[in-house]
């Protein structure tokens, strides 16, 4: 569905992106991994238009959309939900989520309203909350709130920068299965992540970045058991977990 090849993206003077390439297959769940500063937002604002590479070719489909503009690369069918969520504070949940429209320039209505009931089947609070204003929402109401508006843009790649930003555990799980559910209904997923583990348990494949390289391309599954993801993504608390599972053996 997407092929990313040999991108280089800069600031000015800064080169942010080296070379990076990846795939997405159809119906897949890709996680991009990588510490603060590794170039996975970078990559995300490059392969939806906000970015113009140097260097490199991007495909979608495969159509050529390589330094197209952000609107036309929406229009094709990919949708971001940014970093941060950016809810409109002043506007109400619903007008949110038909904001999500706007790139759906030949949607019927019965089109627009089978996704609108997508979205309040998988987020019934937002049904619930659909008068409030964006203000009035908590944080991983916004978070949902935001992933619908995703949603109703109708895409068929979905891009998730960071989703679990800043939203408390219980919330975190919750997101998680909710990505997990949407991608099972067909939404192929690249999923941008600092919570490596949690994205590789729903991920497909994975792609780690450091310092705008790809370093590590791998199964999740191979991901998951890779020594050197444990060592510097995974946190200490899988070896933690790796140790008691031994000691269980024994």
């Given at each position: 569905?997407?092929?990313?090849?040999?991108?280089?993206?800069?600031?000015?003077?800064?080169?942010?992106?080296?070379?990076?390439?990846?795939?997405?297959?159809?119906?897949?769940?890709?996680?991009?991994?990588?510490?603060?500063?590794?170039?996975?937002?970078?990559?995300?604002?490059?392969?939806?238009?906000?970015?113009?590479?140097?260097?490199?070719?991007?495909?979608?489909?495969?159509?050529?959309?390589t330094g197209r503009?952000?609107?036309?690369?929406?229009?094709?069918?990919?949708?971001?939900?940014?970093?941060?969520?950016?809810?409109?504070?002043?506007?109400?949940?619903?007008?949110?989520?038909?904001?999500?429209?706007?790139?759906?320039?030949?949607?019927?209505?019965?089109?627009?309203?089978?996704?609108?009931?997508?979205?309040?089947?998988?987020?019934?609070?937002?049904?619930?909350?659909?008068?409030?204003?964006?203000?009035?929402?908590?944080?991983?109401?916004?978070?949902?709130?935001?992933?619908?508006?995703?949603?109703?843009?109708?895409?068929?790649?979905?891009?998730?920068?960071?989703?679990?930003?800043?939203?408390?555990?219980?919330?975190?799980?919750?997101?998680?299965?909710?990505?997990?559910?949407?991608n099972t209904t067909?939404?192929?997923?690249?999923?941008?992540?600092?919570?490596?583990?949690?994205?590789?348990?729903?991920?497909?494949?994975?792609?780690?970045?450091?310092?705008?390289?790809?370093?590590?391309?791998?199964?999740?599954?191979?991901?998951?058991?890779?020594?050197?993801?444990?060592?510097?993504?995974?946190?200490?608390?899988?070896?933690?977990?790796?140790?008691?599972?031994?000691?269980?053996?024994?």
């Amino acid at each position: 569905m997407l092929k990313v090849e040999g991108i280089e993206t800069w600031y000015g003077a800064i080169q942010a992106l080296k070379g990076i390439s990846l795939e997405v297959e159809r119906e897949e769940i890709v996680a991009l991994l990588g510490a603060n500063g590794a170039g996975k937002s970078t990559t995300i604002k490059t392969i939806t238009g906000l970015l113009k590479p140097a260097k490199g070719r991007i495909e979608f489909l495969g159509q050529d959309i390589t330094g197209r503009e952000a609107e036309d690369i929406a229009e094709a069918g990919i949708a971001c939900v940014p970093e941060g969520r950016r809810v409109f504070a002043g506007l109400s949940v619903m007008d949110n989520l038909m904001l999500g429209t706007t790139p759906r320039k030949h949607a019927s209505r019965t089109e627009i309203q089978r996704d609108l009931d997508r979205v309040f089947t998988l987020f019934p609070m937002l049904k619930e909350f659909r008068d409030r204003l964006g203000w009035q929402l908590s944080g991983g109401q916004q978070q949902m709130l935001a992933i619908g508006r995703g949603l109703m843009t109708g895409a068929k790649l979905l891009l998730l920068d960071e989703p679990s930003l800043g939203l408390a555990p219980v919330l975190v799980q919750e997101v998680f299965k909710v990505i997990k559910e949407i991608n099972t209904t067909g939404t192929t997923i690249l999923l941008v992540e600092q919570n490596a583990r949690m994205a590789l348990l729903i991920a497909n494949r994975g792609f780690v970045l450091e310092t705008g390289r790809v370093m590590l391309a791998d199964t999740a599954t191979n991901l998951l058991a890779n020594e050197e993801m444990k060592a510097h993504y995974l946190g200490a608390h899988a070896h933690i977990k790796e140790a008691r599972e031994r000691r269980r053996r024994l």
